[in-house]
């Protein structure tokens, strides 16, 4: 069994440690935007084969040597928001959640089925009371079961994953070829690269034109993609089998100033960056398109849970939300899989989680309002049964009056938003130091298990791996690991991610039986979970 373990993981064992640093003013795309989702730079070759564009002369670009790469994939951790190329969308959907995630297995290729993959035969779509559409089982669902595939209705691969990423079907692997027209963009091999060219044609030209400055952010892209196969391809796709995407919601009506003029700003990058070409709708559809995206849109992540890109999975996308979800949603390549995490009975709604769900209900409820529009009344958001345990308080001789743990919260949301915005200019010890102070303050009032404690150890996590401090790191996720996975829900994701950075630091470390045992845990959690059914 140790073997088996070592062997399946080793693939993903070298990615714990970065070969090389970083300049400082990219620690924010290294860092985690919040909480637990794990970052470590990987450096990338200069070097690679080069393909010829589809269409090219003979002799335009042929394969060249490459040299070898340093080992470990590319898997930066991208902040789920719009500020620059290669963000997150900004209704980003988190693990366990509607914005799923992870490409542990060998990819297929982009957007294939497997030949045995459960077509949704057994659910069906239905007016849910109170949420609009939803799906429903029509027949039992055993644990870990494969309810449905649903490959990508398109892709964008983040521009931080290039190189290390095949833009194409996201495999991460070695020996990656580029275009020969803009250098800019990889893949496994001809095919691949054949299959996206349909989509990397809308950029290929723009990058180079623009070079440098080609920066459009992955929900202009993704919009962009959008519209090219609405025109190329207007019948219905394999992805929308259950809902296609002109029926997404967009929520106009609930979209205040700051989100229209940010739609806005979109739209003008759309066409400054696309316009030369493709054709637009009016503006009114592209504001109705954009908010559809964002609100439907997911992020795809590697098995750490950090950002590789983004995409649209429309049938996907039919699941309401719940913070006691009866699904997951996994992802091979550009592939996401929908499996069960308890029991379905006939009749009985899916569900996922839009969000991350550590945090406290109130707290849970304002995202949801922020990205979603809605409120839940899921069992667990009506008893609030987590809460106590979520934001469980130090015990004192003087307990803190209520007030006091108030004020406290307060501050720990107001550093949590501080930190995030440092991330982009603070150096990793100044960053160490924020996470320090506010973990000493917090400390006072708050047990080590309260969430936003452990919101601040894995930032600090985050900045021992940037700054190769594996004891420091390791430090902060035993310290995680428990608390996890009491107020985690069954197979999470977020718990199987946190072994899988345990086994590889120990592992880093030279303690092999360590590493070993914490990697059988995250093996059990999610590899083996998702062979089952």
Not at 39 to 64: K, Y
Not at 156 to 169: P, Q
Not at 385 to 390: F, I, N, T
Not at 401 to 421: H, L, P
Request: aromatic residues 8%.
């Amino acid at each position: 069994m140790d073997q088996m373990i070592l062997k399946v993981s080793s693939s993903l064992y070298d990615s714990v440690v970065p070969r090389q640093p970083v300049p400082g003013s990219l620690l924010a795309a290294w860092l985690p935007s919040r909480a637990f989702h794990g970052v470590q730079p990987r450096p990338h070759s200069t070097v690679f084969p080069t393909l010829p564009f589809p269409g090219a002369p003979p002799g335009a670009a042929g394969l060249r040597a490459a040299a070898p790469r340093p080992p470990g994939g590319g898997a930066r951790r991208r902040p789920c928001h719009r500020a620059g190329p290669g963000r997150g969308l900004p209704g980003c959907r988190r693990p366990g959640s509607r914005f799923p995630q992870r490409s542990r297995l060998p990819s297929p290729r982009s957007g294939m089925r497997s030949e045995a993959a459960p077509q949704p035969g057994g659910l069906e779509r239905f007016a849910s009371p109170g949420k609009g559409r939803g799906l429903r089982a029509l027949r039992r669902y055993a644990v870990g079961e494969l309810l449905f595939d649903c490959p990508a209705y398109t892709a964008v691969l983040a521009v931080g994953e290039r190189g290390s990423h095949c833009d194409g079907c996201f495999a991460r692997k070695e020996g990656l070829s580029k275009c020969g027209r803009c250098k800019q963009a990889f893949y496994c091999d001809v095919e691949c690269q054949k299959e996206d060219w349909p989509m990397h044609k809308l950029e290929c030209s723009a990058m180079c034109a623009f070079g440098q400055n080609w920066n459009p952010s992955e929900t202009v892209r993704l919009t962009a993609r959008i519209l090219a196969k609405q025109k190329t391809h207007p019948e219905k796709t394999q992805s929308e089998e259950l809902l296609a995407v002109k029926e997404f919601e967009s929520h106009l009506d609930k979209l205040d100033n700051e989100k229209r003029e940010l739609i806005q700003n979109d739209i003008a990058a759309l066409h400054h960056f696309y316009s030369k070409h493709m054709e637009f709708p009016d503006n009114a559809a592209l504001v109705v398109l954009f908010a559809q995206v964002n609100c439907n849109g997911f992020t795809i992540e590697d098995e750490e849970l950090s950002h590789l890109g983004s995409a649209i999975f429309p049938d996907v996308a039919l699941m309401n939300h719940s913070c006691c979800p009866n699904v997951i949603v996994t992802y091979k390549g550009t592939l996401a899989e929908v499996r069960a995490v308890r029991e379905i009975e006939p009749g009985e709604e899916v569900f996922t989680s839009y969000i991350d769900l550590l945090y406290p209900t109130e707290d849970r409820n304002e995202r949801l309002k922020d990205s979603y529009f809605f409120s839940c009344d899921c069992r667990e958001c009506t008893t609030k049964e987590k809460d106590g345990e979520k934001l469980k308080i130090r015990k004192l001789n003087e307990p803190p009056s209520a007030d006091a743990v108030r004020d406290m919260i307060r501050y720990a949301r107001n550093v949590i938003e501080g930190f995030r915005r440092a991330k982009h200019y603070k150096s990793p010890s100044e960053l160490l130091e924020i996470c320090e102070l506010s973990l000493d303050k917090m400390g006072a009032v708050f047990e080590d298990s309260n969430v936003y404690m452990l919101h601040m150890m894995y930032q600090a996590m985050g900045v021992c791996l940037y700054t190769q401090d594996w004891e420091g790191a390791l430090r902060y996720g035993q310290k995680i690991i428990r608390p996890y996975s009491q107020h985690y829900p069954a197979y999470s994701l977020n718990v199987a991610s946190m072994w899988l950075k345990l086994g590889r630091l120990h592992m880093a470390l030279e303690n092999r039986p360590a590493g070993v045992k914490a990697l059988k845990r995250e093996f059990w959690l999610s590899f083996d979970f998702s062979k089952i059914g």
